[in-house]
């Protein structure tokens, strides 16, 4: 890389939602970075319009891409919309172009472009109406590198990684298996040592059932699963704790003595971080061969337009993918 400041491409999510518009006012602030705004020219135009708020754009395609950023501007790679935007309007005529934004995303990042992706919300049911199969960016990720990834949300010192997704809560059992369980860990022990420089990661890992099986009493994957996984990680010198009861694992004094929580199931753990930091969150994808992060809320269409969503989850999200980005090129330089 030859480029003085990371280069960090946002992707704007659904046209129709809050996106566009705090991609705008993401572009008033200073950043210590190169922002590349994935999206349609047009509808960034008309966000900052509608907030009344200045913005000049640069086509990514014309070359002119490289100076840090300026407040008031943003780089463009553009991916125009089939249908006009109307804020919280859904339109599935749109959909190809969200879909192409986050392969342009991808894409960029595969080739080395940028250091870092950042995405905006999608609406997951007009992508499913167009007929996409995407459960959510966790997985479109992960199928284009074809990689295990794992989900992390932070707010603040507090993370919280999930061993599942978007599964139905029916299937979740099923899917704590050995395999999949040791490769989760494995992953967020390596990118909490390689992303967030902790030389010794401390995991506390929760149980999957309510106060962890009751030694077999309330379920036995904890007795058949995880405590095996554990025992065997431990012997490779990780710092695994657990499985512990989900209901005491977040209180102060546990907190205290890890670096991050792995949860069973999406709404184990992510209630408890939401309610510490809704809107400053940040969702990161561990596993990629790049750096991606995310809001930690959707498209919220109710209040598209207006100008009184609250940007500080994107904000939060750019500032993190920001400085993991300036951590490995350090490294890389080292």
Same mark, same amino acid.
């Given at each position: 890389?030859?480029?003085?400041?990371?280069?960090?491409?946002?992707?704007?999510?659904?046209?129709?939602?809050?996106?566009?518009?705090?991609?705008?006012?993401?572009?008033?602030?200073? /950043? &210590?970075?190169?922002?590349?705004?994935?999206?349609?020219?047009?509808?960034?135009?008309?966000?900052?319009?509608?907030? *009344?708020?200045?913005?000049? +754009?640069?086509?990514?395609?014309?070359?002119?891409?490289?100076?840090? /950023?300026?407040?008031?501007?943003?780089?463009?790679?553009?991916?125009?919309?089939?249908?006009?935007?109307?804020?919280?309007?859904?339109?599935?005529? @749109?959909?190809?172009?969200?879909?192409?934004?986050?392969?342009?995303?991808?894409?960029?990042?595969? %080739?080395?472009?940028?250091?870092?992706?950042?995405?905006? &919300?999608?609406? =997951?049911?007009?992508?499913?109406?167009?007929?996409?199969?995407?459960?959510?960016?966790?997985?479109?990720?992960?199928?284009?590198? *074809?990689?295990?990834?794992?989900? +992390?949300?932070?707010?603040?010192?507090? %993370?919280?990684?999930?061993?599942?997704?978007?599964?139905?809560?029916?299937?979740?059992?099923?899917?704590?298996?050995?395999?999949?369980?040791? %490769?989760?860990?494995?992953? +967020? /022990? #390596?990118?909490?040592?390689? =992303?967030?420089?902790?030389?010794?990661?401390?995991?506390?890992?929760?149980?999957? @059932?309510?106060?962890?099986? #009751?030694?077999?009493?309330?379920?036995?994957? #904890?007795?058949?699963?995880?405590?095996?996984?554990?025992?065997?990680?431990?012997?490779?010198?990780?710092?695994?704790?657990?499985? +512990?009861?989900?209901?005491?694992?977040?209180?102060? %004094?546990?907190?205290?003595?890890?670096?991050?929580?792995?949860?069973?199931?999406?709404?184990?753990?992510?209630?408890?971080? =939401?309610?510490?930091?809704?809107?400053?969150?940040? @969702?990161?994808?561990?596993?990629?061969?790049?750096?991606?992060?995310?809001?930690?809320?959707?498209?919220?269409?109710?209040?598209?337009?207006?100008?009184?969503?609250?940007?500080?989850?994107?904000?939060?999200?750019?500032?993190?993918?920001?400085?993991?980005?300036?951590?490995?090129?350090?490294?890389?330089?080292?």
């Amino acid at each position: 890389m030859t480029d003085a400041v990371a280069r960090i491409a946002v992707t704007a999510g659904e046209p129709a939602g809050i996106g566009p518009e705090l991609l705008v006012r993401l572009a008033q602030q200073a /950043h &210590p970075a190169r922002l590349i705004a994935i999206a349609d020219p047009a509808v960034l135009k008309q966000a900052a319009d509608a907030l *009344g708020l200045p913005l000049e +754009l640069t086509d990514l395609a014309a070359g002119a891409d490289a100076s840090p /950023h300026r407040v008031g501007h943003l780089f463009v790679r553009s991916v125009p919309l089939f249908q006009p935007m109307r804020f919280g309007q859904l339109d599935v005529a @749109n959909a190809p172009a969200v879909m192409a934004m986050l392969s342009a995303a991808a894409d960029g990042a595969e %080739r080395g472009d940028f250091d870092a992706i950042v995405t905006a &919300p999608v609406q =997951k049911s007009v992508l499913a109406d167009a007929g996409y199969g995407f459960s959510g960016h966790t997985e479109f990720f992960a199928d284009r590198v *074809g990689r295990d990834v794992v989900m +992390l949300l932070a707010a603040g010192d507090m %993370r919280v990684a999930l061993a599942t997704t978007h599964l139905p809560l029916r299937a979740v059992p099923d899917a704590i298996r050995a395999d999949r369980l040791e %490769r989760t860990i494995r992953i +967020l /022990h #390596e990118d909490l040592r390689e =992303k967030f420089a902790l030389p010794q990661p401390r995991i506390l890992v929760l149980g999957l @059932n309510p106060h962890a099986g #009751e030694g077999g009493h309330l379920g036995r994957e #904890e007795i058949d699963v995880i405590i095996p996984v554990l025992q065997r990680l431990r012997g490779e010198g990780l710092q695994l704790r657990g499985p +512990l009861p989900a209901d005491t694992a977040f209180l102060p %004094r546990e907190l205290a003595q890890c670096d991050a929580v792995l949860a069973m199931y999406h709404d184990q753990g992510l209630p408890v971080l =939401k309610h510490a930091g809704f809107g400053h969150a940040v @969702n990161i994808t561990l596993g990629l061969p790049y750096i991606r992060t995310s809001v930690d809320h959707g498209t919220a269409l109710d209040l598209a337009g207006r100008g009184v969503a609250d940007p500080g989850s994107l904000f939060a999200a750019t500032a993190l993918a920001i400085d993991l980005a300036q951590r490995r090129r350090g490294s890389m330089h080292a």
